[in-house]
């Protein structure tokens, strides 16, 4: 997401918003400020906080837009006046000095609808009041080093009151690096676990930043997968030892772990496979 932000802050920084097309029924959450109160305004920079874009237009505020697990940005230049399928938004510009006017599409693929996008005003911090610490701040180093949630490392991480912006494919390979059970919990691991925990988080997040920098094409946060290390990669060799990763599901999701690694050597009970071998 901060790739992506920072490609949109390249495209759009210093236009003027020159109208906003709701293509999909109540995607806009909020009611006041009204669009048209960012019309003739110009976006000054785009940012991010955890999983949301920002927006910010000086005094008349901020719109943030969260893509969601399939949501991704087209930018049109020209406009187009389609209606494609999965729009939700489509933010039109006005033209600036070069008499370029580009537009923002945004689409949601797959069946869910979840991608939704606010217009806050200034000093309204909407759904960004309730999140976490991002991962590159003390606060979030203290938590790590201090911390004796009980939940698993993966659920926590993944809790974006814990910390912002980190999803499962992440959490997946934070694990590997830290070489940490997929069912740790921080009460359960030691002062060098917990500094491995952190530096993993770091370093993870980091190599994802500088793909996602030199990746052109589609502005999408959906096609990450290809340069996860382990996620998503159960069967083939682990990058480190070239032990064949194995999965576990829980929470309805897939969690790629390494048992040679993480586990001691282990491979972990997993409800669906009891269920085959009885
Ligand atoms: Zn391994």
Redesign the pocket.
């Known amino acids: 997401m901060q790739a992506l932000s920072e490609r949109l802050d390249a495209v759009v920084a210093g236009k003027e918003f020159a109208g906003f097309d709701a293509l999909s029924f109540s995607s806009l959450k909020t009611v006041v400020p009204g669009p048209h109160e960012f019309v003739g305004h110009a976006v000054e920079r785009v940012t991010r906080r955890g999983k949301y874009l920002i927006f910010e237009v000086g005094d008349v505020g901020r719109m943030l837009l969260h893509l969601s697990q399939a949501g991704r940005v087209d930018i049109e230049d020209p406009p187009k006046r389609t209606k494609p399928r999965g729009a939700v938004l489509r933010v039109r510009f006005a033209p600036d000095d070069g008499g370029s006017t580009p537009a923002l599409l945004v689409r949601e693929f797959g069946t869910e609808r979840k991608a939704a996008w606010w217009l806050l005003p200034p000093g309204d911090d909407g759904p960004l009041a309730g999140l976490g610490p991002e991962p590159d701040s003390e606060e979030f180093a203290a938590l790590v080093r201090e911390g004796d949630d009980k939940r698993r490392i993966h659920t926590w991480l993944r809790d974006q009151r814990t910390l912002a912006g980190v999803g499962r494919g992440y959490s997946d390979d934070i694990l ?1 690096r830290a070489k940490l059970s997929p069912y740790a919990t921080l009460g359960s691991i030691d002062a060098a676990q917990r500094d491995a925990l952190l530096h993993a988080v770091h370093s993870v997040l980091a190599d994802g930043l500088e793909l996602e920098r030199a990746r052109t094409g589609g502005l999408s946060e959906n096609k990450l997968g290809e340069h996860f290390e382990v996620h998503g990669r159960w069967g083939s060799p ?6 064949t ?1 194995e999965r576990i599901s829980y929470e309805s999701h897939e969690v790629t772990y ?5 586990t001691g050597g282990k491979t972990l009970a997993d409800r669906r496979r009891s269920r085959l071998l009885k």
Do not use: H, I, V, Y
């Open positions: 590997w682990c990058p480190r030892c070239g032990t990763l390494c048992p040679a690694c993480q």
